[in-house]
């Protein structure tokens, strides 16, 4: 089962914390990808800006604008429901620098 999560990074995000959270979706990605081998469901050029320090800056960022900062869409291929999915992202993803984590369509924090 395919689940899909928006990233939402905040505007106000820092250097360090965008690189913190560039490397913590790279290894949570690598996990979630399961069985599928190299994980497909990845902007890549936004995972790169973000271990580089900075904003995504891809062509997911032409989506309709959040107010809240840029959003980068992964995808979790290894959990079996939205649950498991969001808790994986808390062990997973630092919170400073992200605004929310929409997963399938439901913020995480609800």
Request: hydrophobic residues 40%; aromatic residues 6%; contains cysteine.
């Amino acid at each position: 089962m395919s689940i899909n999560c928006d990233v939402i990074v905040q505007w106000s995000a820092t250097r360090a914390q965008l690189t913190a959270l560039g490397a913590a979706l790279w290894g949570w990605c690598n996990r979630a990808a399961g069985n599928t081998g190299s994980y497909q469901y990845l902007d890549n050029q936004g995972l790169a800006d973000l271990i580089g320090g900075k904003l995504p800056a891809s062509s997911q960022t032409s989506w309709p604008i959040d107010l809240r900062g840029v959003r980068l869409t992964v995808r979790d291929e290894a959990s079996h429901d939205r649950q498991q999915t969001i808790a994986s992202l808390r062990r997973d993803v630092p919170a400073a620098g992200v605004a929310d984590i929409v997963v399938d369509g439901v913020s995480w924090s609800t």
